[in-house]
């Protein structure tokens, strides 16, 4: 059986954003040239794991809730009917492009635990080395340090972004793709200053940096910039490049594994 490291390894976490509309119904399209790019990458020799954000909004969706639920519970039960809709429809779409999928779902306890985290790693590489992409989100049917933000007691995640980052960090990844509805991080707020400019390397997140950051992200989902960085730092520190791309355009994943400059490239720290 192969090694953790014997293969290229890269995780490349989605945002809801990237994944429905802007009315809130799901982007077929999206899922599906996702999966094409993802299937053709891995079929080059990368072992993949994909992060996937949008369980709540998808379960409000098919349970035609006409605004994203408010009250925990709801938000609770939409995700547990969203998690098994996501599933489908990528084992749907991966399926198309002959690739087997996986769930993985965590809560903030699993990497806290050593016992439970070496689990997780060796079920992590069981996965990869049988060729079977892992789609990991955190357990939200039980866990509400995403869906409630502003629950700071055992926040762990918080967010996908942070998650994406612990899990590249327990898989040994090469690289972090954090793929969102922007094209990486500007100097100024692109939404009010039309002539911002994109910052295409980032060696050091310092004040200057972490000032450029803003709130949270679109109405669909939870993360901004913010957390971006707070992954970049995870990833970063543990020799991680972090990449930060527009989602509208998946198969700007070719150029990533290339090598190629795309989006924000937050370069991974050499090992002393």
Do not use: W
Request: include cysteine; hydrophobic fraction near 40%; glycine fraction near 10%.
């Amino acid at each position: 059986m192969e090694t953790a490291k014997a293969k290229k390894r890269i995780v490349v976490k989605v945002g809801t954003s990237t994944l429905t509309h802007e009315g809130g119904k799901l982007n077929f399209r999206s899922f599906d040239r996702l999966s094409r790019v993802l299937a053709d990458i891995h079929n080059t020799g990368y072992d993949i794991i994909l992060v996937s954000s949008g369980a709540i909004a998808v379960g409000a969706g098919k349970l035609l809730m006409k605004e994203k639920p408010q009250e925990l519970s709801l938000k609770q039960a939409a995700a547990a009917v969203g998690q098994c809709e996501l599933m489908h429809l990528y084992d749907k779409f991966f399926g198309e492009y002959g690739q087997i999928v996986a769930q993985i779902l965590l809560t903030g306890d699993d990497v806290q635990s050593p016992e439970i985290k070496q689990n997780l790693i060796n079920t992590f590489n069981a996965l990869l080395n049988l060729g079977i992409i892992p789609i990991v989100n955190e357990n939200d049917s039980v866990s509400y340090a995403e869906i409630e933000t502003h629950t700071e007691e055992h926040k762990i995640f918080g967010d996908n972004d942070t998650l994406s980052a612990v899990v590249a960090v327990l898989c040994k990844a090469e690289k972090l793709v954090l793929l969102s509805d922007i094209d990486g991080l500007f100097d100024e707020n692109p939404c009010d200053n039309p002539d911002a400019c994109l910052i295409r390397e980032v060696r050091e997140i310092d004040e200057k940096i972490k000032a450029i950051a803003g709130g949270a992200g679109s109405s669909r989902g939870t993360g901004g910039m913010i957390t971006k960085l707070q992954a970049a730092e995870m990833a970063m520190n543990n020799g991680i490049d972090m990449i930060i791309a527009n989602g509208n355009h998946p198969e700007l994943l070719y150029d990533i594994v290339d090598g190629r400059p795309v989006g924000t490239l937050f370069a991974g720290k050499a090992e002393v």
